[in-house]
Every structure is written in structure tokens, then in C-alpha cells.
């Protein structure tokens, strides 16, 4: 069933757990996601980014992550987030054409003033519509897309800046940077727990999200949510499950005229890698 993001949030900070939110920009991606979800009867989050919003239609997208969710995901609560919203025109696109729940505005890049101001822009158009919002501070790299080096003390979050940050724009939920970085690649060897706990104590209220979770072992989530993250995302593993669960049935069968036949294969894949990390979040610290 639909859920809040904002409530599904809350609920495992209050109950000691974490959350995966995973993207979807295709049918079987979503599917897999809610399917894992409806098996292991726990809450999770469904995200699109605008890349995906411009692949599938900003007409389309809404409709199929909606009803997946409502006809996929049994009992267990799902919610729908805009991920990576770059701008204001971004949210405003997914909160009334796409109709989600939460949405990030990932002004990570700029100034610690405009951050603010673009991410208050977003928090009052987005609080009036009753949808939750995202902001980012400090940046989660991609690298390989930025540039082979990163300079850890320079994008990591600053925990005096993102209590201003809070007070200032009132968000619901902060992404962190602690030496994560999207995709697989490399990371800050040891992520800064201790800034991770200064975070945590200056603003207890908000929820902390770690992107660029993927690659994060059983060790770095424990970690994190014994230090107050309660939701990771991930995108990149899902990718490469799906991409090798087609390579996997096309290159010995190649022989196949039935999308369907390569995308169910695919769709089980997502799910499968799905379970696993829901499983790894739910019970990071609980055994
Ligand atoms: O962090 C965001 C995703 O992993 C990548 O986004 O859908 O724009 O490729 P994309
Ligand atoms: P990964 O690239 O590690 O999957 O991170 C995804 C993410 O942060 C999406 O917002
Ligand atoms: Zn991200």
C-alpha cells in the first residue's frame, strides 16, 4: 500500500531500523522493488530522478510508479520521492504532475546561501501541497563523473551548517556526507562517524538519508544506523542486477523474441537484490 516517505522515515527512526529507498526508471525495476517489499511484508521507498522523469514521460512515470505500488506492494507500506530534484522546476513537475509523496531538492552544489534559499523556495511550495522534502548538504560525490579525486574534508557535510540549514528552510530530511559516494567507486576509506554523531545531536528531529549506499557492507550500515541514519539509496546495484540477470539470459539464448522472457528473469533479479538489502537495513542493529 502507499505510504508516506515522511511517516515510513519516522517510523524506523522510532523503532530503531533503516529503510532502503531504491530509483526506478523502467516497469520491471519498479516491480521488482514493490515485489520484494510485498514478500518480506516491510516498508520501503520508491524514487525517480528527472533523468528518469525525461526517459519515461512526466505524463507516464506518476501513473506507473503509482500503480505498482498500489498493485504490487501488499501490506507493506511504500512511499514515492523525487530524487535528486536539481530545481524548482523539477519539484513542481513531480509533486503535480507525478503526484509523490517527498521530494529532494539536491542543492548540494552551491553556496551554502543559496542552498538555503532554493531548498526554502522548495519547503514552501512543497509544505503547502503536504509533500515532505529532501535537501542535501555537503555533496555525495559521483565519482568517475566528477573527476577521479575528491577532497573528503571539502564535501563533507559541515554539522554547524546543516543545523542552519534545518532552521532556516524547515526540511523534513537531510542527505549527509560523511565519505560516501555514489556508484562503485571509491570512497573515503572510513566514513567520519564522529561527524555522523555531531550531525545526529545537533539536529535529532530530522531524519538522515545516506546516498550512495550500494556498495555499503552489513559493518558500514550497522555503523550508520546505530548513529541515526534510517534510510539508504540505492540505485547502482540494481542496475548492474538487472543488466547481468539480461546479459545472463540473452547471450546463451539469444535466440529469444520475447522481451518478456529477458525482462521477467531481470524484474527477479531486482527483486532478489532488493530483499537482500531490506533485510541489511531491518536488521542492521537489531541481531
Ligand atoms: O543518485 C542518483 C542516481 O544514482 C543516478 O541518477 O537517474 O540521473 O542517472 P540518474
Ligand atoms: P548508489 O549509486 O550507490 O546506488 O547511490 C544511489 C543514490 O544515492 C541515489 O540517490
Ligand atoms: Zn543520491
Wanted: include cysteine; hydrophobic fraction near 40%; aromatic fraction near 6%.
Amino acid at each position: 500500500m502507499r505510504g508516506k516517505t515522511i511517516d515510513i522515515l519516522h517510523e524506523a527512526g522510532r523503532s530503531g531500523y533503516a529503510v532502503g529507498a531504491f530509483n526506478t526508471s523502467i516497469t520491471e525495476i519498479g516491480q521488482g522493488i514493490a515485489g520484494a517489499a510485498r514478500h518480506l511484508k516491510k516498508n520501503c521507498i520508491i524514487q525517480v530522478t528527472p533523468t528518469s522523469i525525461e526517459y519515461v514521460g512526466e505524463d507516464i512515470i506518476g501513473a506507473i510508479v503509482q500503480k505498482t505500488i498500489e498493485y504490487n506492494s501488499g501490506k507493506a507500506k511504500i512511499g514515492f520521492h523525487l530524487d535528486h530534484g536539481k530545481s524548482f522546476a523539477d519539484v513542481k513537475v513531480a509533486i503535480d504532475k507525478l503526484g509523490v509523496d517527498s521530494v529532494m531538492i539536491d542543492a548540494s552544489t552551491k553556496s551554502l546561501e543559496e542552498n538555503i534559499a532554493l531548498t526554502k523556495m522548495v519547503v514552501d511550495y512543497a509544505h503547502q501541497k503536504g509533500v515532505a522534502v529532501q535537501a542535501e548538504l555537503g555533496r555525495v560525490p559521483y565519482i568517475g563523473r566528477d573527476g577521479q579525486t575528491v577532497s573528503w574534508e571539502e564535501v563533507m557535510t559541515k554539522p554547524e551548517e546543516a543545523k542552519r540549514l534545518v532552521e532556516e528552510t524547515g526540511i523534513d530530511a537531510l542527505a549527509v556526507g560523511i565519505g560516501n559516494a555514489h556508484g562503485f567507486f571509491r570512497e573515503r576509506k572510513v566514513p567520519d562517524w564522529e561527524r555522523l554523531e555531531k550531525i545526529k545531536k545537533l539536529i535529532p528531529k530530522t531524519p538522515l538519508i545516506m546516498h550512495g549506499a550500494s556498495d555499503w557492507d552489513k559493518e558500514k550500515v550497522k555503523n550508520a544506523v546505530s548513529r541515526g541514519i534510517v534510510c539508504f539509496n540505492v540505485d547502482t546495484d540494481l542496475r548492474l542486477a538487472f543488466i547481468s540477470a539480461v546479459c545472463n539470459k540473452v547471450i546463451p539464448k539469444c535466440d529469444l523474441i520475447d522481451p518478456r522472457k529477458i525482462l521477467e528473469v531481470a524484474r527477479e533479479s531486482v527483486q532478489i537484490k532488493v530483499e537482500e538489502k531490506i533485510e541489511m537495513f531491518f536488521n542492521a542493529i537489531q541481531n
